[in-house]
C-alpha cells in the first residue's frame, strides 16, 4: 500500500472495528499480514484501544525481522502484546536473499534476545519447508538455529504454489525465473517435514497443529479458536470471521478495501454458511488431539472413517476420558486428500 494512504487504511481500520456490534468479549488478539512491526506505535495502540479488551490473555504480534527495536517493543507492551510471531521462513542466507528477505540468522538472534529482555518470551518462529535452492543439509541447519534459540513456538509450513504470486505463476508455467527450477519437489519437501516433527520432538517442542509445534503451554490460544471452530472476528482487508453459523471474508486488497469504506459501502464481500458436520471434521483434524466423532458422525461418514482406520491414516485414541479420532502421522501427509471427504 502506498505510504500516503496508510493513515487513511487505519482510519478505516478503526472505524470498523468502532462499528462492530460485540456478542461476546474478546480474549485474544492477532495482528498480522504484511509487516504489522513497522506500523506506527501510535498508531497500532489506536487500533488495539479500539477494541473493547483491556487485558489479553494473549496478544499476537507478527514481526519482520530487523524491524524490531527496543523503543518499539516497548510500544508494543504499552499497547498489551505480550506474544510476537517472527516470520523467519530460513536462516540460511543464500535462501532468503532468494525470496528478498534481507536479515539473516544473527538478525533473528538480535531480535529474540531484544524480545526476551523486555520480557517477552512468549515467541514464535516460523520455517518454510520447499525455498528454492533448499536442501537437506541446509534445512538442518535451519533446524539447528532453532534449536539454538529454543522459542516456545515453532511454525513449519510446506511451501505451496500460490498461482498469484511470482514464484507460484513460474512454477504453474514451467519457468525458471525466481528460482522457480530450484524449488525441491514434494517428496523432497515431505521428507523435510517430517525431518523437523522429529528434530522439534527431540528438543521438546510438539506438533499440536500439522504445522504448528509447541512446549507444553506454549500453544497458540488464538489460533487454537479456527481449529476448534470458536467464534472469531477479523478486521481489515481480506479478513475472516466466524459467528458460529456464519463466515465472512472482507475485501481482498487494502485498496479495494479501502475504496469500499471510503465510498461508505460494507467491506464484507462473500457470506456464506458454514456446515458444522463437515467443518467439524476438515478443520478439527488438523489438530493432534482429533475430533470427537458422536452417533450421527458414524452414520455418516462411518465408511470414510474405517477405510481411514484399516489404511492406517486415521486412529482412535482417548483424551480426557473422550474417545477421538486423529490422523496419523502418514494421515498428515496426505491430509488435503482425507478432508476432501468431508466437503459435500
Given at each position: 500500500?502506498?505510504?500516503?494512504?496508510?493513515?487513511?487504511?487505519?482510519?478505516?481500520?478503526?472505524?470498523?472495528?468502532?462499528?462492530?456490534?460485540?456478542?461476546?468479549?474478546?480474549?485474544?488478539?492477532?495482528?498480522?499480514?504484511?509487516?504489522?512491526s513497522?506500523?506506527?506505535?501510535?498508531?497500532?495502540?489506536?487500533?488495539?484501544?479500539?477494541?473493547?479488551?483491556?487485558?489479553?490473555?494473549?496478544?499476537?504480534?507478527?514481526?519482520?525481522?530487523?524491524?524490531?527495536?527496543?523503543?518499539?517493543?516497548?510500544?508494543?507492551?504499552?499497547?498489551?502484546?505480550?506474544?510476537?510471531s517472527?516470520?523467519?521462513?530460513?536462516?540460511?542466507?543464500?535462501?532468503?536473499?532468494?525470496?528478498?528477505?534481507?536479515?539473516?540468522?544473527?538478525?533473528?538472534?538480535?531480535?529474540?534476545a531484544?524480545?526476551?529482555?523486555?520480557?517477552?518470551?512468549?515467541?514464535?518462529?516460523?520455517?518454510?519447508?520447499?525455498?528454492?535452492?533448499?536442501?537437506?543439509?541446509?534445512w538442518?541447519?535451519?533446524?539447528?538455529?532453532?534449536?539454538?534459540?529454543?522459542?516456545p513456538?515453532?511454525?513449519?509450513?510446506?511451501?505451496?504454489?500460490?498461482?498469484?504470486?511470482?514464484?507460484?505463476?513460474?512454477?504453474?508455467?514451467?519457468?525458471?525465473?525466481?528460482?522457480?527450477?530450484?524449488?525441491?519437489?514434494?517428496?523432497?519437501?515431505?521428507?523435510?517435514?517430517?525431518?523437523?516433527?522429529?528434530?522439534?520432538?527431540?528438543?521438546?517442542?510438539?506438533?499440536?497443529?500439522?504445522?504448528?509445534?509447541a512446549?507444553?503451554?506454549?500453544?497458540?490460544?488464538?489460533?487454537?479458536?479456527?481449529?476448534r471452530?470458536?467464534?472469531?472476528?477479523?478486521?481489515?482487508?481480506?479478513?475472516?470471521?466466524?459467528?458460529?453459523?456464519r463466515?465472512?471474508?472482507?475485501?481482498?486488497?487494502?485498496?479495494?478495501?479501502?475504496?469500499?469504506?471510503?465510498?461508505?459501502?460494507?467491506?464484507?464481500?462473500?457470506?456464506?454458511?458454514?456446515?458444522?458436520?463437515?467443518?467439524?471434521?476438515?478443520?478439527?483434524?488438523?489438530?493432534?488431539?482429533?475430533?470427537?466423532a458422536?452417533?450421527?458422525?458414524?452414520?455418516?461418514?462411518?465408511?470414510?472413517?474405517?477405510?481411514?482406520?484399516?489404511?492406517?491414516?486415521?486412529?482412535?485414541?482417548?483424551?480426557?476420558?473422550?474417545?477421538?479420532?486423529?490422523?496419523?502421522?502418514?494421515?498428515?501427509?496426505?491430509?488435503?486428500?482425507?478432508?476432501?471427504?468431508?466437503?459435500?
Amino acid at each position: 500500500m502506498p505510504k500516503h494512504l496508510e493513515s487513511q487504511y487505519a482510519d478505516s481500520l478503526i472505524a470498523e472495528i468502532a462499528a462492530h456490534a460485540w456478542q461476546w468479549p474478546p480474549e485474544t488478539l492477532y495482528i498480522g499480514g504484511g509487516t504489522p512491526s513497522s506500523i506506527d506505535p501510535a498508531t497500532l495502540a489506536a487500533i488495539v484501544q479500539a477494541l473493547p479488551a483491556a487485558v489479553w490473555a494473549e496478544a499476537t504480534l507478527e514481526c519482520a525481522p530487523g524491524t524490531i527495536t527496543s523503543e518499539r517493543i516497548d510500544a508494543w507492551l504499552a499497547a498489551g502484546f505480550n506474544r510476537v510471531s517472527l516470520g523467519v521462513q530460513s536462516f540460511v542466507k543464500a535462501e532468503l536473499a532468494r525470496t528478498g528477505r534481507r536479515h539473516d540468522a544473527a538478525i533473528v538472534a538480535q531480535d529474540v534476545a531484544l524480545l526476551r529482555s523486555a520480557g517477552i518470551a512468549n515467541i514464535n518462529l516460523d520455517l518454510i519447508a520447499g525455498l528454492p535452492g533448499q536442501t537437506e543439509a541446509s534445512w538442518r541447519e535451519s533446524l539447528t538455529a532453532i534449536e539454538q534459540l529454543a522459542p516456545p513456538h515453532v511454525s513449519v509450513y510446506m511451501l505451496e504454489v500460490d498461482e498469484d504470486s511470482r514464484l507460484g505463476s513460474e512454477l504453474l508455467l514451467g519457468g525458471t525465473r525466481y528460482g522457480a527450477s530450484d524449488v525441491p519437489g514434494d517428496e523432497q519437501i515431505a521428507a523435510f517435514y517430517e525431518l523437523a516433527v522429529e528434530h522439534l520432538h527431540r528438543i521438546g517442542i510438539e506438533r499440536y497443529e500439522i504445522s504448528n509445534f509447541a512446549r507444553t503451554g506454549y500453544e497458540s490460544r488464538h489460533n487454537l479458536k479456527y481449529w476448534r471452530r470458536e467464534p472469531y472476528i477479523g478486521f481489515g482487508a481480506d479478513a475472516h470471521s466466524f459467528d458460529g453459523v456464519r463466515r465472512w471474508q472482507n475485501a481482498e486488497s487494502a485498496a479495494d478495501y479501502l475504496a469500499r469504506h471510503l465510498r461508505g459501502e460494507s467491506v464484507r464481500i462473500e457470506t456464506t454458511s458454514a456446515v458444522a458436520t463437515e467443518e467439524k471434521f476438515f478443520v478439527g483434524l488438523r489438530l493432534s488431539e482429533g475430533v470427537h466423532a458422536d452417533v450421527s458422525d458414524w452414520d455418516r461418514f462411518g465408511p470414510a472413517f474405517h477405510r481411514f482406520l484399516d489404511g492406517g491414516l486415521m486412529e482412535r485414541v482417548t483424551i480426557s476420558d473422550q474417545d477421538r479420532l486423529r490422523l496419523t502421522p502418514r494421515g498428515i501427509m496426505i491430509s488435503n486428500e482425507i478432508f476432501e471427504e468431508f466437503v459435500a
